[in-house]
């Protein structure tokens, strides 16, 4: 048999195997559906009604979608470099609030076309921050960003609490949330736009931060793959001592890599708050920073690779609540399992299929 | 004297709840990564023990199958960690996120599934929960005095038996204990599933002893307290014990100072005291409070030459 064993086609490796990974992890899905009692081609179908459905049921997956490429781009920038952040909780976090501040702070000031720019900014360099601290910690004192962003997604949660309770909470309130951003700081909405140049959707919180998302896969892509730096990012996440050898400095690159992952991170704070809630609330991240883990595994931290497992994610999202309305021993928490089973047979397991792979595809060419 | 010894008792008691999970699991990683399997897969063990041991336990009316029960669970999500880990050689942090993850995910779904009460357990009564042994103010259940005792036992088995220097050659140089004819594979999975069977002691304890049934997210971050106090016991099991202590008593002392004016400082912000394990364990970590150094080969898969 070992004989038989070698390396698979790139094709099989890019594309066949990746595919296989995630087909086993939804079929373990299918599994879990069928054992608690419900037909899991019927909830499939339920679940695929709900996300695609209509033009409304579309805006929220393609919004649920905009949040999963953010954090799917941070994890996968991260990952080029061989650093693991598991912080994008944190950091999209403490984005929200730094885009937040900024529309407080100056929403009576300034139109629109300069705020937005603006709280874009400040969400990116508040997320980046956030990140920085790791990566100066794994940079210079040793210590590894697995744990330290670990800690720093409770220390946001933390400092968020107190913040919202203590500071930022709007006068009068009684839940922990600030006062309504002034129209400056929305970020329309793709109804309102595309109403604007004639065409009807239907309302959804959908909205133009997608925009966005899409310049951060061709920012991303055109960075890692057609700059010096991104290259030199690249190498030092194949071969550290290589790129040492080629002249790259690892700590700056280090800090590099975290910040720019920390950002757009960060960029979850400019979908969910001044797209949606138009004030900064509590728990807006809702996990987004852990699912983009799977989004970058997934898609295999390739900008294009993302945009599809976003959307298949976002689809999930959205589909889930339809479907936990329909059916209701089924729970929106389906979609975490679904999250969580992609991450162990895409990343721990990804070798899993491999030997069998190989051994079928030697006998097919023998 | 009086007044002051009660307090103190009541404080001592406070601590002790509070650390018992966090001991527990602390030990239980110290085993994983002592023979150098990295374990962020603590938090979602510990929910999964928690949420079969409460399911089972209401179901049985028996809080002891209910602390069998998540035993068992802990120990399959600590094999499924080792098959990935250990077997198939995959990255350990992705592989402990991703158990975390689907046991944030699952403990929900079989709970609404099973219960229909959003995601929790029946509220237990009687002998459906473990109940206090000698002090019935201090909340002094079985599995407090296990995890009391569990410090000096994993120091001993650590320490002074022939698997525990294994298992620190292991974690340090494994191809050196693969040389000597010893099975590395199976070593590692020893240590993995210690590491379940006190995680799972750690989830019965906040469903079936602590609190009176399952909670979704109730283990809030504590498998990651434990982990962090790993770290600041510097991989030891007294200095870790001491850590999950001190961390217990920042939980007891946040909980008494909510809403108190302290004199001259003001209201001490709660949220501050309950992200200090973190922000202490990160100031060790950047080198400010002496040097935390793991087992060498912590997180690298063990390829056997051919």
């Known amino acids: 048999m070992r004989a038989l064993r070698r390396p698979l086609p790139p094709w099989a490796d890019i594309v066949l195997l990746p595919v296989i990974n995630v087909a086993l992890a939804f079929l373990t899905v299918g599994v879990l559906v069928a054992l608690i009692g419900v037909n899991p081609l019927h909830a499939l179908k339920l679940l695929i009604g709900g996300a695609i459905g209509s033009s409304e049921s579309i805006g929220y997956t393609l919004y649920y979608t905009t949040n999963f490429i953010f954090t799917g781009l941070a994890v996968a920038v991260a990952f080029h470099a061989g650093l693991f952040n598991i912080g994008g909780e944190g950091q999209a976090y403490i984005g929200g609030l730094g885009c937040g501040l900024a529309v407080l702070a100056l929403d009576r000031y300034l139109p629109g076309w300069i705020l937005i720019p603006l709280a874009i900014a400040a969400a990116a360099l508040f997320g980046a921050a956030w990140a920085a601290v790791p990566a100066w910690m794994q940079a210079w004192r040793g210590s590894h960003v697995v744990i330290t962003t670990i800690m720093f997604n409770f220390v946001a949660s933390a400092l968020m609490v107190y913040l919202m309770v203590n500071v930022l909470i709007a006068p009068g309130s009684m839940t922990p949330q600030s006062r309504n951003f002034g129209p400056a700081g929305k970020i329309p909405s793709m109804h309102d736009a595309l109403h604007t140049i004639g065409i009807n959707v239907a309302p959804s919180a959908l909205n133009l931060s997608i925009l966005l998302a899409i310049l951060c896969c061709v920012g991303v892509w055109v960075f890692l793959w057609h700059t010096p730096w991104g290259y030199a990012l690249r190498t030092m996440g194949h071969n550290p001592e290589a790129a040492v050898y080629a002249g790259t400095n690892l700590k700056s690159m280090t800090m590099l890599a975290m910040c720019l992952s920390g950002g757009l991170a960060g960029f979850v704070g400019v979908n969910e708050l001044m797209g949606v809630h138009q004030r900064i609330v509590l728990d807006f991240p809702a996990g987004y920073g852990f699912a983009g883990i799977a989004v970058a595994l997934m898609g295999r931290s390739h900008p294009f690779g993302i945009v599809l497992a976003a959307l298949l994610f976002g689809a999930l999202q959205q589909g889930g609540a339809e479907l936990a309305f329909e059916i209701p021993s089924m729970t929106r928490e389906m979609v975490v399992v679904i999250q969580g089973l992609v991450i162990l047979f895409s990343g721990a397991l990804a070798h899993l299929p491999r030997p069998w792979l190989q051994s079928l595809l030697a006998l097919r060419s023998s | ?306």
């Not at chain 2, 217990?248 to 946040?254: E, K, R």
């Not at chain 2, 200090?276 to 935390?292: E, Q, S």
């Open chain 2, 1 to 306: 004297m009086d007044e002051a010894f009660s307090f103190v008792f009541l404080m001592v008691a406070a601590t002790l709840r509070v650390a018992t999970p966090l001991v527990l699991c602390a030990m239980g990683g110290l085993f994983s990564e002592k023979s150098g399997i990295i374990d962020v897969g603590l938090e979602g063990k510990m929910l999964m023990a928690a949420f079969f041991g409460a399911a089972t336990a209401s179901v049985s009316g028996s809080a002891w199958v209910g602390v069998a029960a998540a035993i068992v669970a802990a120990e399959a999500l600590a094999l499924l960690h080792g098959f990935a880990c250990i077997t198939w050689r995959g990255n350990q942090v992705v592989s402990g996120v991703a158990i975390n993850i689907i046991a944030a995910g699952l403990t929900v779904v079989l709970g609404n599934a099973w219960f229909a009460r959003g995601g929790q357990t029946p509220a237990l009564v009687g002998d459906q929960r473990l109940m206090s042994l000698f002090f019935p103010t201090a909340g002094d259940n079985a599995i407090v005095y296990l995890a009391l005792l569990s410090v000096p036992a994993t120091w001993w088995i650590i320490e002074r038996t022939r698997f525990g220097l294994r298992l620190r050659a292991v974690g340090e140089m494994p191809l050196a204990v693969d040389a000597a004819g010893i099975s590395v594979t199976w070593l590692r999975y020893r240590a993995v599933l210690l590491c379940g069977l006190l995680a799972g002691l750690a989830g019965a304890y906040l469903s079936v002893a602590q609190g009176a049934g399952f909670g979704r997210d109730m283990t809030a971050g504590q498998g990651f307290i434990a982990l962090a106090a790993i770290i600041f016991g510097k991989w030891r099991p007294f200095p870790a014990f001491g850590a999950c202590l001190m961390f217990g008593l920042l939980d007891a002392i946040a909980i008494r100072l909510q809403g108190v004016k302290v004199s001259g400082i003001g209201e001490v912000p709660v949220q501050l005291i309950l992200a200090l394990p973190y922000l202490l364990t990160m100031f060790l970590l950047a080198g400010f409070i002496g040097r935390a150094v793991a087992p060498k080969a912590a997180g690298i898969p063990y390829e056997k030459e051919r």
